[in-house]
């Protein structure tokens, strides 16, 4: 239907890859080419941006047998985009260009193979949320895992090999029974409805009219679960996170913080919640709990860090948390929270990586001790990393607190506003655990900030050049350096000033996938009601019907100063809106791709 | 129940037995030789049962198999006779149990006790065939009692 | 007469080639002659395939498409594994070599196409002879001559059992024609199958040492240790695939009667299988031998297949997706295990070829135009036999797995167990990836020790190398074309032939082939009070 952006998005896969197939081998040349791939591809993506439309429908939608008729698997070759996975696409785009910027210097052996598996590695993340076929996804799920495996095994720290094959065989223990459930899916689909596909729209509607059955659910979710929950990572299964983290280089970290472990996240919005909703409604309350002690836990553990890596690994393990608690709060509020957030935290987290980066660059060290005072010594760098760690706990005015709010939000809802039934209690304790997070987040970021760059200044013996003298001022940040932070902070202020812009486009998506979920949780939440017929099955706090609930909050329009000419227009789901009341209307995955608006 | 089902279990209880001694024989001596007339021994319980079965139910298939068995047993025997040679020729027995440079890492190898044989003989230079075509070299004086070489 | 000796031709003619070389070997010594002889000679018998479109036969041979896929494979594993072989053993005895090689393809050939048991036992036979001859030929060595007679007696026992299954077989039905076998066991009048669950518990004995099958398994590291690496890769495929083609036959097709007790056991074996090969590899050192283990596992994910396709019963659905998963299956690993074979034995200290995980150490970073290709071909051999989208290995692993996720049968709880097969297959899959990795790792993460030497003469096994890659990554992005053969050579002839005019002048006497039920149940009838 729209073939021009069709193109687009088969190019931003491709270019990847023929820039990996032909990058030639000097180090020079080779990162260079890089920069204009990863460029090339931002410009694709960014135009994809700007004409996504919102609502509901599917954006460049390529839908090509791959397995052909002779296999008679209906595999297909399909990718696309809708409001969940363009934001997506668009981060990856962004934060490429941001890792091959960061590697500029800091890779100087075996250049050429390092920029081609960069390379490789986005196409196969860009693919990742672009597939809409299920054997597709997967394929590019496991195949991201190749190239960051060779980067951080190859060009890692001190202890690289341990830290690449624990991160390997951690993700690929998980999502081996990911697979297994996906497999199920198919064949359940195929056994209730005697149709053979692979398609993920298309599964979602029939498993829409013929649901699996709850048992089955269950056990089709924890598989999923296996390989999601490792790679988000949730609480009890991150130990190979901070490891990975901290012995990846540069590039490595920002990839990994910024992207790859959105793909767990991105797994359970796209599959466990819309193909699997009775089961997402029973372990929603275990998830919240796992989520919020990933919160807490992540934490404390970054504040007792002396390193400055380690600190920020434990704090992606925290806001990795906040995502999921959006997410499975399963209400619109906190999806989209949720969403938002995972953005933010792959910005904001990406920068704050490659700043690392920077500064071991400069100093060879890590350690929080060796180091103080620096804004004195590399102001811009400074401003950077204060911007970025505000971003990342949230200040008003920067994206942060605009993700966190919403999906706060959406977990009070869930506590206090929706049926829970016998766990309402437990969601009011979650809420303001996760509360405390936030407040724990703002004390580890800032005492590290204060520590490293505020107060007597305090640098390491040597520098990156053996000759100098101690007192030699380092330099600060070069163009090529602020080009690769700048970008992000363009993002950080956008989503921070004006959200709306991009919750709009996620919208309608996002509502077409946690209806489910919530029809699912309140269907659990009234089967555990019965002693309080009185109560509401499900309420909202913000502006329903003129506040019944209360907490009628202004801010909505601040979030989406168009709302009222979107509702009107016909759009679904703003979330100052009463929800639809007939099902029907609620647009489903499938749907959205057909209709026109 | 007659003549010919009595005669065939018969026959198939000395196949099984023939088959049973050759397994427990390959399984429990150490004599290369002899462990390779232990299978031979067991494909002879096979073939008995066989020809056995042929002739209860009057068809040729059975026979037909037995006598591709023997083939092959043949076949096996000679290729059998070629390696324990050249075993012996490196280890100057015929026993297994000295066979056991192939194990797992840091594993030791089983330890049997020895055999209780007759003290190893001298070693003996064996005759060697010469690759084809060539004129072999004849020692004089086995021209004494064979003329015709 | 004629129709059946016309669709052996190109077994034939791989015969008539092997003993010309045997023969001739005699006079000319030269090397290239011969490997150049039997790449014709596997050409004219590919010819002769693509002309022989000959449709099912009827009598104990049978083209169907079974038949077919094997036959292609097993020429082309042959022509790579004689490309794999160029510097046989050094001393000379080419000929032997080339020509037992051509055998041992043959015999594969003869097996696929065969459905009666004189000619299944027949080209069983043809594998193992000349492997004994092979195995002797690779190296010298007081190691290589023990591997050699390990796997010699251990697989003549392995004979005996087949055969003493066969006689169980035979006994109980009164032919040696797989299809009326299948046919008596099926019918009602077959009453006790007592006899025929001997016969499947001795041919699955027998059939397992050839797949390697725990716990049949015990040679194969050792004598993947103790050979070279050209045997070991023919021992690897060559035999795991006359011994699936086997299974499939008997065990699947013409014991269909006794599939409710066959599954069960190939579901153990196929546990057994591997976690025990994957659990051992996790401690190897000597690469052949951790390669052996890993050959071990990966005839426990066939295994899988296998049972999916016994458990459903032959002619449904799952049964043919199950059978057409164990297809795909062994082509992808015997792409991938040949090449890793085949890149290993391009590398050497000295005259030894490399012996353990350790001499490949930092092998892409040693410089040269061979080696980094060898390190990243061997990279990607270990990713596609772990089974990582998007290689081929991961095409084979989705179809055992969507196959034993599909299985829903006659029996209660039947799928509750084939969960539970996926689920430990899966674990093992990542268990396995573990030693994968550590090759991987070991390759790439470390700067070089020494420089291990690209050894003269292997040119072809080169080429293998990067054909092998090639086509691994080609299956990987493209496997619909490779889908659709494994799914046509899921087709299997399982009728029993048509009473043939001129029956009387072939093995089968016409009197057998029309022998009613009611004797064959007395013959039954004997063996539950034996």
């Known amino acids: ?597 | 129940m007659n003549a010919e089902v009595a005669l065939l279990h018969n026959y198939l209880i000395v196949g099984a037995l023939l088959f049973g001694i050759g397994l427990v024989g390959f399984l429990s001596r150490r004599n290369l030789i002899v462990m390779f007339l232990a299978v031979e021994m067991m494909l002879q319980g096979v073939s008995l049962s066989l020809v056995a079965w042929g002739r209860y139910y009057n068809d040729f298939g059975g026979q037909m198999l037995v006598l591709f068995i023997i083939a092959v047993a043949a076949c096996e025997a000679a290729i059998a006779l070629a390696l324990i040679v050249m075993l012996y020729r490196r280890r100057n027995s015929l026993d297994v149990v000295l066979w056991h440079e192939l194990r797992e890492d840091n594993q030791p190898p089983v330890e049997e006790p020895p055999l209780s044989q007759l003290p190893p003989e001298a070693k003996v230079e064996w005759p060697r065939l010469v690759p084809a075509g060539r004129q072999p070299e004849i020692p004089p004086e086995e021209t004494d009692y064979r003329h015709h070489v | 007469m004629s129709a059946p000796v016309v669709v052996l031709a190109p077994e034939i003619i791989l015969v008539v080639v092997a003993a010309t070389i045997y023969v001739a070997g005699a006079f000319a010594r030269s090397r290239d002659v011969w490997v150049w002889l039997a790449l014709g000679g596997f050409l004219s018998a590919a010819v002769a395939m693509v002309m022989l479109s000959v449709g099912a036969v009827g009598g104990p041979i049978s083209v169907d498409g079974m038949a077919i896929y094997v036959r292609w494979l097993a020429l082309g594993l042959g022509a790579l594994l004689l490309l794999t072989s160029s510097r046989p053993s050094g001393q000379g005895s080419t000929p032997e070599y080339v020509g037992s090689l051509l055998l041992t393809v043959a015999g594969v050939m003869l097996a696929a196409a065969s459905r009666e048991l004189v000619l299944l036992f027949m080209g069983l036979e043809l594998v193992s002879i000349p492997t004994y001859i092979l195995l002797y030929l690779g190296r010298r060595d007081a190691a290589s001559q023990e591997a050699a007679t390990k796997y010699f007696f251990l697989s003549i026992l392995a004979s005996a059992m087949l055969l003493y299954g066969f006689s169980f077989l035979y006994g109980a039905t009164g032919s040696t024609h797989l299809a009326v076998i299948g046919q008596r066991l099926a019918s009602p009048e077959a009453g006790s199958l007592w006899l025929a669950r001997a016969a499947m518990v001795l041919v699955l004995a027998g059939l397992g040492f050839k797949i390697a099958a725990v716990p049949f398994h015990f040679y194969a590291p050792d004598v993947y240790q103790g050979t070279t690496h050209a045997n070991a890769a023919l021992l690897s495929v060559v035999p795991k695939l006359a011994g699936f083609v086997a299974l499939v036959r008997v065990v699947d097709v013409a014991l269909e009667g006794a599939r409710d007790d066959a599954w069960p056991i190939v579901l153990i074996l196929a546990v057994a299988t591997m976690t025990v090969g994957n659990a051992m590899a996790l401690w190897q050192q000597n690469l052949r031998r951790l390669l052996a283990y890993s050959s071990i596992a990966h005839a426990g994910y066939m295994l899988i297949a296998l049972a999916v396709s016994m458990a459903t019963g032959f002619g449904t659905t799952t049964a043919w997706e199950g059978m057409a998963a164990l297809w795909l299956y062994l082509l992808v690993y015997a792409v991938a295990t040949v090449g890793t074979f085949a890149a290993l034995s391009c590398l050497g200290r000295g005259a030894e070829s490399v012996q353990s995980v350790e001499e490949l150490t930092g092998l892409p970073w040693t410089g040269g135009r061979v080696r980094p290709v060898l390190a990243w071909t061997i990279g990607l051999f270990m990713f596609s036999l772990a089974g990582i989208p998007p290689l081929a290995g991961f095409w084979g692993k989705l179809a055992v797995f969507a196959s034993a996720l599909s299985v829903e049968g006659p029996v209660e709880g039947i799928r509750g167990w084939f969960i539970v097969l996926a689920v430990v297959g899966v674990l093992n899959a990542a268990v396995a990836a573990a030693y994968y990795l550590r090759i991987i790792g070991v390759m790439f993460f470390r700067r070089p020790l020494g420089v291990p030497r690209v050894r003269e003469g292997t040119g072809g096994a080169l080429a293998v190398a990067i054909f092998s890659a090639v086509l691994a990554v080609a299956i990987g992005l493209g496997p619909g074309i490779w889908f659709r053969d494994a799914r046509r050579a899921a087709i299997i002839e399982a009728e029993a032939p048509r009473p043939l005019p001129m029956a009387a002048g072939g093995v089968q006497t016409a009197d057998a082939g029309l022998r009613p039920g009611g004797e064959v149940g007395q013959g039954v009838g004997f063996g539950s009070g034996l």
């Open chain 1, 1 to 597: 239907m729209t073939d021009p952006l069709r193109i687009l998005l088969l190019g931003a896969l491709a270019v990847p890859a023929i820039g990996a197939a032909v990058g030639p081998g000097r180090r020079e040349w080779i990162r260079a080419a890089a920069l204009v791939t990863t460029c090339v591809t931002l410009a694709l993506v960014t135009v994809l941006v700007i004409c996504f439309p919102g609502g509901a429908r599917e954006l460049a939608v390529t839908d090509v047998p791959w397995f052909g008729a002779a296999g008679g698997i209906d595999i297909r070759f399909s990718v696309g985009l809708d409001g969940l996975s363009v934001w997506l696409v668009g981060l990856t785009a962004l934060l490429m260009v941001v890792a091959v910027l960061v590697s500029w210097e800091a890779i100087q052996e075996q250049a050429s193979a390092y920029y081609r598996l960069l390379l490789l590695l986005e196409t196969g993340m860009l693919g990742v949320f672009a597939a809409r076929d299920i054997i597709l996804f997967y394929v590019f799920f496991e195949f991201t895992l190749i190239p960051l495996f060779f980067l951080i095994g190859i060009w890692g720290s001190e202890q690289r090999r341990y830290a690449a094959v624990k991160f390997f065989l951690f993700t690929l223990a998980g999502s081996v029974l990911t697979f297994l459930s996906l497999v199920a899916i198919v064949v359940l689909n195929y056994e209730a409805t005697g149709v053979l596909t692979f398609s993920i729209p298309r599964i979602t509607a029939s498993l829409a009219a013929h649901p699996i059955p709850e048992a089955a659910q269950l056990a089709i979710f924890l598989g999923l679960f296996a390989g999601f929950a490792i790679k988000v990572p949730l609480f009890p299964l991150h130990t190979w996170l901070p490891l990975a983290h901290v012995q990846a280089p540069t590039a490595g970290s920002v990839i990994l913080a910024g992207v790859l472990l959105k793909v767990g996240t991105y797994g359970f919005v796209r599959f466990s919640l819309p193909l699997l909703p009775e089961a997402t409604a029973i372990c929603m309350p275990w998830l919240l709990w796992l989520s919020v002690a990933g919160i807490i836990y992540g934490a404390l553990v970054a504040l007792a860090q002396q390193d400055i890596k380690r600190l920020i690994a434990y704090s992606s393990v925290s806001h990795l948390g906040f995502c999921m608690l959006g997410v499975f709060a399963l209400n619109r509020l906190g999806m989209q929270g949720g969403v938002l957030q995972m953005i933010n935290h792959g910005l904001s987290t990406g920068g704050l990586f490659a700043m690392v980066g920077m500064l071991y660059e400069r100093y060879h060290t890590r350690k929080i001790r060796d180091l103080g005072g620096l804004a004195h010594r590399t102001p811009v760098l400074a401003f950077f990393f204060v911007l970025f760690t505000l971003s990342s706990i949230g200040l008003p005015g920067l994206n942060g607190f605009a993700g966190e709010f919403l999906l706060l939000i959406g977990m009070f809802q869930r506590g206090w506003a929706e049926a829970g039934g016998r766990w309402a209690p437990h969601y009011q304790v979650i809420s303001v655990l996760a509360l405390t997070g936030v407040v724990l987040g703002a004390w580890y970021m800032l005492w590290l900030v204060q520590r490293v760059f505020f107060g007597p200044l305090r640098e390491p013996g040597h520098h990156e050049d053996k000759g100098s003298q101690p007192e030699q001022a380092v330099r600060d940040l070069a163009a090529r350096e602020v080009i690769a932070l700048a970008l992000p902070s363009v993002f950080i202020f956008w989503i921070g000033i004006h959200p709306a812009f991009f919750l709009n486009k996620m919208d309608a998506t996002l509502s077409g996938i946690t209806d489910r979920g919530m029809a699912a949780v309140d269907a659990r939440g009234m089967a555990g009601q019965e002693e309080f017929p009185q109560q509401a099955p499900r309420r909202s706090i913000v502006g329903e019907s003129g506040g019944e609930a209360g907490l009628p909050l202004q801010t909505t329009g601040w979030m989406d100063p168009s709302g009222a000419a979107f509702a009107a227009a016909g759009g679904h789901g703003h979330f100052g809106r009463v929800w639809p009341e007939a099902p029907s209307d609620r647009p489903t995955f499938l749907a959205t791709t057909r209709t026109d608006p």
